[in-house]
């Protein structure tokens, strides 16, 4: 299974496209610099984990790939196009998504529910005020989504009712909607069970190939199970980059920020 998915990774990489380009991308507030002088690239179809301590710039760097805090200098590209100008939901409609450090579902509404809406606001008939029928695609889809993150057991069950690892994993389903080919990840094992994390971990492994991810984790197992590649930060700055055997088993990094053990960045 792992040579299939090397295999694929290649023929995607092998279009010569990377998924992200990040060029010299820094992020000031003020006098504070939260972000200096980033360069990152991420093939498509790659899996990467950015780790580091808290106030390392992880968040801010999802920001600014995404549109929600604009870099202050420096350059976006999304699969070659640069996106350092466009707002956030055109960088939604050439493929990226983003789940939040802060569940942001509606509660009142059955898990089914909040995924179809997902899939119908990215679709042509968002606007649309009939209700879905039995061949609906939207509703389709969605039916899909709630079984690839292992919901399809309180699939009518209203979100305001499930556990918080439940909600964190209906997250990810809204982040697939629509055909997404990147998507960020925002501490999504924060908060959760060992068993939890585990199926988190199982949900993340089992992606489609296609669809490249970044994951910011505290959990260091968790990361280095689902990454191909990892970036450290710290200050603000890329601090090291490899692979997650080379992360883990360097000393830097160990003295840096395995020394009160994993989990605990």
Known sequence: MESARSDALSH???AGRYALELEAISRHFGALVALADINLTVGAGERRAVLGSNGAGKTTLFNAITGDF??????????????????????????????????LLFGGLTVIDNVYLACRGVSRGRYSLRRPGRD????????????AVHLDEVEKARVDTLSYGQQRQLEIALALAGAPRLILFDEPAAGLSPT???????ILQSLPDHIGYIIIEHDMDVAL???ERVTMMHNGRIFKEGTPEEIENDTE???????????HG
Request: glycine share 12%.
């Open 196 to 202: 939890e994390r585990g199926e988190l971990v199982e």
């Open 136 to 147: 609906d695609r939207a509703m389709e889809s969605a039916r899909g989504l709630v079984a």
């Open 253 to 263: 990094v160990q003295e840096l920020y395995l020394g009160q053990g994993r989990g």
């Open 12 to 14: 995607l990489q092998g």
């Open 70 to 103: 604009p870099p202050t200098t420096g350059r976006v590209r999304l699969f070659g196009e640069d996106v350092t100008d466009l707002p956030s939901h055109e960088r939604v409609r050439r493929g990226l998504r983003r789940t939040y450090q802060i569940s």
């Open 225 to 227: 199970r689902v990454a």
